[in-house]
């Protein structure tokens, strides 16, 4: 099991950017691809972002491609998420989660695969 806990989030008006942090503690992060999702009221959690266990793999959900990166420093056991040209609709809590996993290039991209939680960051874009 890994714990993790988000930082980053916060108020910004449309077209600005936050970067997300979430630092894990626990077992061998490097182990472990990384996701973000994020939920926002009376909606189900969707996929945002994954970056494999080396980082050589990224996977983006269609509203974020283009203006969201993710990242991560294995040595700092913390995974990022850039977001740029933020828009309303972007305003959801926004969620780390860890995926044990043998292949190092394999991004999940379903809420089932992932066995470990932070607690959530919100993010506000107002217009």
């Known amino acids: 099991q890994v714990q993790l806990v988000e930082f980053g989030g916060g108020l910004v008006q449309v077209g600005g950017s936050l970067r997300l942090s979430c630092a894990a503690s626990g077992r061998t992060f490097s182990h472990y691809a990384m996701g973000w999702f994020r939920q926002a009221p009376g909606r189900e959690r969707e996929f945002v972002a994954g970056?494999?266990?080396?980082?050589?793999?990224?996977v983006y959900s269609d509203s974020a491609k283009g203006r969201f990166t993710v990242s991560r420093d294995n040595a700092k056991a913390t995974v990022y998420l850039q977001m740029n040209s933020l828009k309303p609709e972007d305003t959801a809590v926004y969620y780390c989660a860890a995926c044990w996993i043998s292949l190092t290039i394999v991004v999940p991209t379903d809420v089932s695969s992932y066995d470990d939680w932070g607690q959530g960051t919100q993010v506000t874009v107002s217009s």
């Open positions: 970056i494999s266990r080396t980082g050589s793999n990224t």
